[in-house]
């Protein structure tokens, strides 16, 4: 089993930076694929980006290519979220995701907040 924490979130002017961070827990950390959803008020949960368990593989949704940067550390068993050039409408609760297989973990999320 895997256990994920999140933290980083905040409150963030338009055009600003942030950096998420998920501690894992887990020896086996590195066979798992990892995620970044968020949801904003009202709507559902969406995905953001994913790093495969190597980390030389990264995908991200349309809406913030170029702006996010997903990458993982195996040794700390940490994942991290770059989110530069903050939009109003980036703002939601963050959410650590692990995969492998039929295993499927989320963490309990991070508030990020943008104001314009």
């Known amino acids: 089993q895997v256990q994920l924490v999140e933290s980083g979130g905040g409150l963030v002017q338009a055009g600003g930076s942030l950096r998420l961070s998920c501690a894992a827990s887990?020896?086996?950390?590195?066979?798992?694929?990892m995620g970044w959803f968020r949801q904003a008020p009202g709507k559902e949960r969406e995905f953001v980006a994913r790093i495969n368990w190597s980390g030389d593989s990264t995908y991200y949704a349309d809406s913030v290519q170029g702006r996010f940067t997903i990458s993982r550390d195996n040794a700390k068993n940490m994942v991290y979220l770059q989110i530069d050039s903050l939009k109003s409408e980036d703002t939601a609760v963050y959410y650590c995701?692990?995969?492998?297989?039929?295993?499927?973990?989320w963490g309990q999320g991070t508030q990020v907040t943008v104001s314009s």
């Open positions: 995701n692990a995969v492998r297989g039929p295993e499927n973990y």
């Open positions: 887990g020896r086996t950390f590195s066979r798992y694929a």
